[in-house]
């Protein structure tokens, strides 16, 4: 079965930037696009980047992410990332990455099309 697993986050000051990762335990990764989503404390869980596999090669983001947020993966590492620079306290959350089972990016807010979650990683930005 296939696991994920996020890394990368951690407590950072306004306009700093850090990178997530989210590894897998299977190439099968490269079958599939993967999602990025937050929760912030109080808040419900939100969509912030996609990625589609290498061969389509579409990239889409939230409104709040477009800009500073990069979406990417390296197949060979069986791993995606998230970059994000000029980072504000309103993006503290746990971050996730999941696996859609949806190619073409269509349905990428919709949580019921994931089917792989990761455990989630704490990003705190303050001062």
């Known amino acids: 079965q296939l696991q994920l697993v996020e890394h990368g986050g951690g407590l950072v000051q306004p306009g700093e930037s850090l990178t997530l990762s989210c590894a897998a335990n299977?190439?099968?990764?490269?079958?599939?696009?993967i999602g990025w989503f937050r929760q912030a404390p109080g808040k419900e869980r939100e969509g912030v980047a996609w990625i589609s596999t290498l061969d389509r090669g579409t990239t889409i983001y939230s409104d709040s992410a477009k800009g500073r947020f990069t979406s990417s993966r390296d197949n060979a590492k069986n791993t995606g990332y998230l970059q994000m620079t000029n980072l504000k306290p309103e993006d503290t959350a746990i971050y996730y990455c999941?696996?859609?089972?949806?190619?073409?990016?269509?349905?990428?807010?919709?949580?019921?099309?994931?089917?792989?979650w990761g455990q989630g990683t704490q990003v705190t930005v303050s001062t």
């Open positions: 999941a696996t859609d089972l949806f190619a073409d990016g269509s349905r990428w807010l919709r949580e019921d099309g994931y089917e792989y």
């Open positions: 299977e190439s099968t990764l490269e079958y599939y696009a």
